[in-house]
């Protein structure tokens, strides 16, 4: 499949590994793992980075494959489910650092075609989290309050 804005491949990344069955060396059983995720996320730390610290620090090379919930699901069944979504989050975060690079930077057009493509990434987003109650009807995204959101 090819990428959204450049006439480019994608590139090819590590894949899990196939099975269904938890490896013989996980030493974590579900509630545990389920209440590190917890102890995890309480902490501020992001689903993604709480997979990789399972993964790094605790040997469980999957969670789901462990509990049989994703993390996000745990999440939303304890009731810590952040204000935005992950990614939503993440390119928000990108867009504000565009802005930035382009207040110093104010003849880079490189640097404002990635503005636009990435504000277009959230509001695509926007629209897909609206349709599925993910975020309120009522929510924008404004550039000049970026900052608020991230903070």
Do not use: C, F
């Not at 090819?2 to 491949?9: E, F, H, M, P, V």
């Not at 309480?42 to 789901?64: F, H, M, N, Q, W």
């Not at 503005?115 to 309120?136: A, D, I, P, Q």
Request: charged share 35%; no cysteine.
């Amino acid at each position: 499949m090819a990428r959204k804005y450049s006439r480019k491949k994608g590139q090819s990344g590590s894949s899990k590994v196939l099975g269904k069955k938890v490896p013989v060396w996980v030493i974590h059983k579900p509630k545990e793992a389920e209440m590190l995720v917890v102890k995890l996320a309480k902490d501020g730390i992001s689903t993604s980075e709480i997979g990789i610290l399972l993964r790094d620090k605790y040997a469980i090379p999957s969670v789901k494959q462990l509990t049989g919930k994703s993390i996000s699901t745990i999440l939303t069944d304890k009731k810590i489910v952040p204000k935005l979504p992950e990614d939503l989050m993440n390119l928000i975060k990108r867009a504000l650092a565009i802005r930035e690079h382009m207040d110093e930077n104010k003849k880079d057009m490189t640097g404002k075609r990635g503005l636009e493509l990435t504000e277009s990434k959230v509001r695509k987003l926007m629209k897909y989290y609206k349709n599925n109650n993910k975020l309120e009807k009522d929510w924008k995204y404004n550039p000049k309050d970026a900052r608020l959101y991230v903070e």
